[in-house]
């Protein structure tokens, strides 16, 4: 019995130690990490970002892209895409209150998108009729059609330049737009002849530019500006007392007159106010009222000031024309327009708004817009009349203003000028 019991007792005596043996191997082999090579971390994948264009999800759809042709309707580019003419009649509908479906402009840029199944078809259509807006027109499920604007970041510029052929060429030179230059060139209208600048003249600007995605898409409003001209010094600091954005000299003074000197961006005089012009289509002498500015067709014709649209019609001799009231004083006649802008008659128009587009409609032989001029009920010789200015700065508004003119002179005086001497412009003290 002793030896059994022995033998059962020596045995759980080595089963232990064996146990034990295992059990301290097991540890070692866990914590030395020289026998082991690390266990793999396992592989998590990242979720992907969606991709959108115009708030519509990509992975959803195939997308081709074009730009409106000349003569394409709207029917032209989706029929391909299986939407039924039932469809593109109820779109051509309910698209009149957005934007129809009609007015596709040639070059314009759209997008479709599309599933590919078994067929194509269209469930977006997006046309963009310019850089900070698109409309689209929903296809799939129920038909919608919505205008969407793009968020637009507005920073501030400057550039300054040394006139050598034109403000045109200066301002284009170091990248600024067609609109920078009018915009300059409008600011200085009645102080600064534009078309007879001298070499030598510099101006510098701190102006906004407006940017979609980082590209830009126009320009704001010019903060500050400074003119050379014939080493005469021309400033002008945009402020506003409560009445809107104007434009003042140093002193408080508008540097801006009631009326634009040129209605039409960037043109030029092909011919002045005469009594006894030559009439190149009548062939025979007759006055010449007005003062015609020379353009390409389809340039953009400004209301010289504010005002109402009087007249806005077609007569043979003045072919379209818009008449505009500004107050019992003064009136402004805009004629031969190859078409009239969207304002209508008996409309109030701003100073800048565009009226209409030149054309030579009417009894004219060249592109160009014949700006007519009425003072006290009689035709006038406009470039030769002595305007009223701007609303003056109101003397409760001057040390406000002051401290916008020491601002913007900070900010045009930082501006480097390559052909100054160093750190000496006219505007330093």
């Not at 406000?400 to 003290?429: C, H, M, R, Y």
Request: hydrophobic share 35%; net charge neutral; proline share 3%.
């Amino acid at each position: 019995m002793n030896k059994k019991i022995a033998g059962i007792a020596g045995t759980a005596l080595v089963a232990v130690a064996v146990t034990f043996f295992i059990f301290k191997s097991q540890n070692n082999e866990v914590a030395d990490p020289e026998f082991f090579d690390e266990l793999p971390e396992a592989s998590i994948e990242e979720p992907v970002e969606p991709q959108f264009k115009f708030g519509i999800p990509l992975d959803l759809y195939e997308v081709e892209e074009g730009k409106i042709k000349r003569n394409q309707t709207f029917a032209d580019i989706l029929l391909p895409f299986n939407l039924s003419h039932q469809d593109i009649y109820s779109i051509d509908r309910i698209s009149k209150d957005v934007h129809s479906a009609r007015n596709l402009v040639v070059g314009k840029p759209y997008s479709i998108f599309y599933t590919n199944d078994s067929i194509k078809t269209a469930s977006y259509f997006v046309y963009e009729p310019n850089n900070t807006e698109y409309v689209i027109y929903q296809l799939s499920d129920s038909l919608a059609v919505y205008k969407e604007t793009r968020e637009i970041e507005v920073v501030e510029k400057t550039m300054a330049g040394l006139i050598t052929v034109s403000l045109d060429h200066s301002i284009r030179e170091q990248g600024g737009s067609a609109a920078l230059v009018n915009a300059v060139a409008d600011l200085y209208g009645w102080q600064i002849d534009m078309k007879t600048l001298f070499k030598g003249d510099w101006f510098k600007v701190v102006y906004e530019e407006k940017l979609v995605d980082g590209k830009s898409v126009g320009i704001g409003n010019i903060i500050g500006a400074e003119f050379n001209h014939r080493n005469n010094d021309y400033k002008a600091y945009a402020f506003d007392q409560g009445d809107g954005l104007n434009y003042f000299d140093e002193l408080g003074m508008s540097n801006q007159k009631a009326f634009l000197r040129y209605p039409v961006e960037f043109s030029r005089i092909s011919s002045r106010y005469n009594p006894n012009r030559f009439h190149p289509v009548l062939k025979r002498r007759t006055p010449h009222l007005g003062t015609d500015f020379a353009a390409g067709r389809g340039t953009p014709i400004k209301a010289a000031g504010d005002g109402i649209i009087t007249e806005r019609g077609y007569t043979k001799g003045n072919g379209n024309y818009v008449k505009i009231k500004h107050n019992s004083t003064y009136t402004t006649g805009y004629l031969h327009m190859s078409k009239f802008s969207n304002l209508k008659k008996g409309q109030r128009v701003k100073k800048g708004d565009v009226i209409g587009y030149v054309g030579k409609t009417g009894l004219a032989t060249g592109y160009h817009l014949c700006f007519r001029f009425w003072k006290r009920g009689q035709q006038v010789d406009f470039l030769a009349e002595d305007l009223p200015s701007e609303t003056h700065l109101k003397e409760d508004q001057m040390i406000k203003f002051e401290t916008v003119v020491q601002l913007t002179d900070k900010k045009l005086n930082d501006i480097v000028a390559p052909w100054a001497e160093s750190g000496i412009t006219a505007s330093n003290e």
